[in-house]
């Protein structure tokens, strides 16, 4: 299915309508406004469907949940304010969907991680759980490779664990864009890091790791790249240029760090970095006993697959965990995870009713999961990976 965009330029006393049909391949360069002045913004189009199917609207889940994926603090908030708004709001959202406890991502570390910890976890008891972040600029201060320099991450993460952090979250940048002092690109392979998320698991504290990021932000930037509507709107997020590693390097960067980390606990956040290729996931799980998967942020992507994704939890019922990366929490959003999940509900909106999804321009199908394994998935999961229960 092509995916038109339309734009309405003025040309004279009348509109001139431009098309832009996906299939149609051209170079980077395309990615331009085709016409009309610098106030004219394009607009995607939806077809509407007339496929006529039944629609489960559930007002609650199946039972109550953890989302082990989400974020509360300043790290990602354009305005400097706590994405969580106060406790007592964070509290009414997470009971009016049944949520039990949240991971707020946003740690950071020093006074950043104090702020959030003193914010959520000092008054919200069991209900948030703080991450923290390992400061990597140290390995821009003085011989990247030097004993200091390593025993400096360790240092801080010493000491966001000191303070309170539940876990460690390691963002994609480490892989894509973090440089060392010599310029080196550091990847998740690396000693330096395999060395720091070791001590997170003496430390007790499970390891959250977003490492590259959809398969087709690697792929040629032409409009046959199925995620062509958000690469022309986020240029930076296309990482196929030749200064960047490989999806496959970067998957298999992750990998090696868990497995030289046994340790640690990871959850590789996004369905493992590879919701596109389940049973790529599957081979790692089999293959790593400390590595888990979370579903934040990938409904597009399980949900065309919904039969492989179930059988992705029925073989590994307690290394799938719930996370949503709809930040902040967004009710909508859990509750099409709730119909996801549990419905056998047939090519939905996964996103907005009536407007194009933000990532995957396609609709999706539930997975109907058994009831069996929901309290798991929910749930138990993250318990397990949080306190270790």
Known sequence: ??????????????????????????????????????????????????????????????????????HLGRWLSAEGTFLGGSADELAAVLDDVHLDAVVNLDGMWGEELQ??????????????????HVDW?????????????????????????LRGAKGVKVWKDLGLTRRDATGELVLPDDPRVIEVLGVAGDLGLPVLIHTADP????????????????????????????????????????????????????????????????????????????FNVDTGGRMGEVGRQPRAFRRLVEEFPDRVLFGTDCFPIDPDAVRHWWRFFETDDEYFDYGTPGEPPGQGNWHISAAHLPQSLLPGLYRDNALRVLTGV
Request: net charge negative.
């Open 1 to 70: 299915m092509s995916n038109v965009r339309t734009k309405r330029a003025t040309g004279g006393a009348r509109m001139v309508e431009l098309r832009i049909v996906a299939r149609n391949t051209g170079p980077v360069s395309d990615m331009r406004p085709l016409a009309g002045g610098d106030h004219e913004s394009t607009q995607r189009v939806w077809p509407r469907p007339t496929v006529v199917l039944p629609q489960t609207h559930l007002d609650q889940p199946f039972c109550r949940g953890i989302d082990i994926h989400n």
């Open 115 to 132: 702020a959030n910890l003193d914010r959520f976890d000092a008054v919200m008891a069991d209900r948030v759980y703080t991450f923290a």
């Open 137 to 161: 600029d140290l390995l821009l201060r003085g011989d990247a490779q030097s004993p200091e320099s390593r025993q400096a991450l360790v240092d801080n993460l010493a000491d966001s664990a």
């Open 215 to 290: 398969v087709a932000f690697f792929e040629p930037l032409d409009r046959a790249n199925e995620r062509w509507d958000e690469l022309a709107e986020m240029p930076s997020w296309w990482f196929g240029a030749p200064e960047f590693p490989s999806f496959n390097r970067l998957i298999d960067a992750l990998h090696t760090l868990v497995a030289a980390c046994p340790q640690t606990t990871f959850v590789g956040a996004h369905v493992g970095g590879h919701a596109e290729n389940l049973a790529a996931v599957g081979d790692a799980l089999h293959r790593l006993p400390n």
